[in-house]
């Protein structure tokens, strides 16, 4: 390939081509290597040189993008998509797959799609030709009957935020294929009386909540540890010659004083035992609530802050998220669930966040942070769409996971649940708590509970404020 100054290797060419820089003339970002026109000695883009860019894709002319030797990565996806998703019998995209087909191709990365489709074992380009040839029905009855290993689930959540299969909560199904094995070891009348537990009660609480968007981990892990404390009971139950319908308080005693630590998983099961009316002799006195600790000190806090403010080694999203708990008492929970109309840049000096119902003034640093976050949230996933999370996750069509924004935070030494304590006691100590309850998105008795701990009682401010509104 020849430049006006000479011949080019492929090597340079393509080392210029992955790195585009911005043209001193027109000030876009384009591979720089021709001579001005007006100035030989500064190189610009091909554009402002009145020559034809080598670096231009064969098929759509383009320079971005760059892959194979005459071609952009973009021209050599829609041609192996193509491929890949044409039904047989008509010639054109597979009616049903046309929305993943739309989402590809228009990824903000083809680059990443490509090595996608390539990467072994490409589970999903074997089951994706099976679907457009009509081999294989594209439902998540087919995902159901597959194994729920990373490929099969990856492709399925794809297909899934592609809208090409409807929403399901991944989290249930597999803790549903969990507990056909957990059961097993029961017998067949304790086996059912679990299952029935866990299906009826716990399981359809979860999915109340991820219907609500609030499903978390942790609800899952509370979950399985009820579910496998009621097996254990059930097991001990076996071992003594009776079964849990059967077990009487004497015997419950004895189990807890074999198993000191499993009380609190067995709460909920037994009193469950009892409202259906499977064994009503048995109990365990429910334990007082108790006032929340405080073990950071405000300073401590402080500096916590000032580390997320000004450490760039830490992750962008992850020193966001952290602020957010340290100054606005959010859980990680919450924070990775956030939506990128909660923001609101108003101005060049203001950015509002609404965590509830009332947009709160994002302090310096924080703001600052918050717009370079806009500007590049990064490339979370093959697939086009982020679907409006303001910290998308990997998988497509779903945020970031909690876990990691908790591993950057630990590594930056913030603990996140400790510090929301210590950053909740602050508020509580600054704000009256039916404000406070509006402004962070907490309840109004969880508010109340804070104000008290921080020896703050805004009863009156209540009263004050009903009264204003009265004369109002």
Known sequence: MMLPTGPICYRCRRDIAYHPAVCPECFELRPIAYPSLSNYNALVCAGCAGEESIFACAGCGREDHPYGAARC??????????????????????????PLYDELVAASRPQS??????????????????????????????????????????????????????????????????LDATLAPLGAEDAGLVGRYARWHLLRRLRTAADRGELTKSAIYAARGNINGAVRLGQWAARHGTTIAALSQPELESYLADYPGARNSQQTFVAWLSRARANSKITIPWRGTTM??????????WDQINTLLHDDTIALYARIGGLFTLLFAQPLETIVAMRVDQITPEDDERVLVTFDTIGIEMPPGLDGLIRRHLTRPG??????????????????????VRETFRGHLVAAGVRPGHSRHAAMFALAGQIPAPVLAELIGIADKTAVKWAALAARDWSEYVTQRNNHREDG
Request: with cysteine.
């Open 73 to 98: 990565a973009r021209c050599i996806l829609t041609e192996r998509l193509t491929s890949l998703l044409t039904d047989p019998d008509t010639g054109r995209i597979h009616a049903k797959l046309v």
């Open 292 to 301: 929340p600790e405080v073990i950071v000190t405000d300073a401590d806090r």
């Open 113 to 178: 799609v490509i090595t996608w489709l390539q990467k072994p074992p490409a589970t999903g380009v074997r089951l994706l030709d099976l679907m457009a040839r009509g081999e294989l029905p594209i439902s998540h009855d087919t995902f159901r009957a597959l194994p729920a290993d990373r490929s099969h689930n990856y492709l399925r959540e794809l297909l899934t935020g592609a809208g090409v299969l409807p929403a399901y909560h991944a989290p249930i199904e597999q803790m549903e294929r969990w």
């Open 379 to 400: 490339t979370p996933s093959i697939a086009r769409a982020d679907h409006g999370w303001l910290f998308p996750g990997r998988h497509p069509g779903r945020h970031l």
